[in-house]
Structure formats: structure tokens, C-alpha cells
């Protein structure tokens, strides 16, 4: 269903707006309020109440085209706000994915380099080892000799 301001509704209705106004406070009268806090009435509430609607030509009706220039602007410029905090957070983003993609490759980069200083140590501990089992081996052999 359309819904009207109360000065559209007046008009469709033939009525003055301080009659649709006097309607809504006793009741005869449903309104609805938007997101902004604007008072609309639908074209069906009309119809219930005052059971005849003027023909109005929409284009023509410049209260109406008035009223939706003057919502554009100050969705327009939330509509720009909004989309500058989107490029500003998909800047962000992308820094933070190539801090990422840099944290990983340093990380790679350290455990190679663990692993092969391990290896290395690992190397070393063997061949010391070797050759104090070679020594005391060799010990042993010389004791069993004398």
C-alpha cells in the first residue's frame, strides 16, 4: 500500500490537515511513523475512513517530488559516508594482510632456520657422542687386555 504525509493524505481526502490531525489524536485515524520519525497514513486507511480518494496525478504533485528531492541529499551523503568507511576499512584490510602474509613468511623463514640449526646440533651432539662411546670403549678393550 502508499503511504501519505498528513498534508498528501489532506489533500487525496478533501479535508483540511488539521481535520486528518484531529482524526489521528481521536482515533479514527491510524498513522504510522518511519525510521526517522515521520507520520505517514497508507492509502488503505484512507479508503477505510473517508471510503473516497481525490485522483491526484503523482507527477504533478510537487509536494510529493518536493519532499522526495529533500530525502535525497541527506541519504546521498550517508550513502558517501558510508561508502568512505567501507574503502577506509578495506585499506585497513589489505594492510593487515600484508602484515599477515609478512608475519607468515618471517615465521617460515624462523623455522627453517630452527630446523636446520637443529639438524646442526643434532650433528654435533652425535659425533660427540661417538667419540666418547669410542674412548671408553677403546679403555675397555685395553683392560680386558691386561
Avoid at 491510524?30 to 525510521?35: A, L, P
Avoid at 574503502?87 to 630452527?114: F, G, M, P, Y
Wanted: overall charge neutral; cysteine-free.
Amino acid at each position: 500500500m502508499s503511504k501519505h504525509t498528513i498534508s498528501e493524505a489532506a489533500r487525496l481526502v478533501g479535508k483540511h490537515r488539521s481535520t486528518i490531525q484531529k482524526h489521528i489524536k481521536e482515533g479514527k485515524l491510524s498513522k504510522i511513523v518511519d525510521d526517522e520519525g515521520n507520520p505517514y497514513i497508507e492509502t488503505s486507511e484512507l479508503l477505510r475512513v473517508y471510503q473516497d480518494i481525490r485522483a491526484v496525478d503523482i507527477d504533478s504533485n510537487s509536494d510529493t517530488s518536493t519532499n522526495l528531492q529533500a530525502a535525497t541529499p541527506s541519504s546521498t551523503a550517508k550513502i558517501e559516508e558510508l561508502e568512505t568507511q567501507l574503502e577506509l576499512e578495506r585499506v585497513k584490510r589489505e594492510h593487515i594482510e600484508a602484515l599477515l602474509r609478512k608475519t607468515e613468511k618471517s615465521e617460515s623463514e624462523w623455522k627453517n632456520l630452527a630446523d636446520r640449526l637443529s639438524l646442526l646440533l643434532t650433528d654435533q651432539r652425535q659425533s660427540t657422542t661417538d667419540k666418547h662411546v669410542s674412548e671408553r670403549y677403546q679403555r675397555f678393550i685395553r683392560k680386558l687386555q691386561k
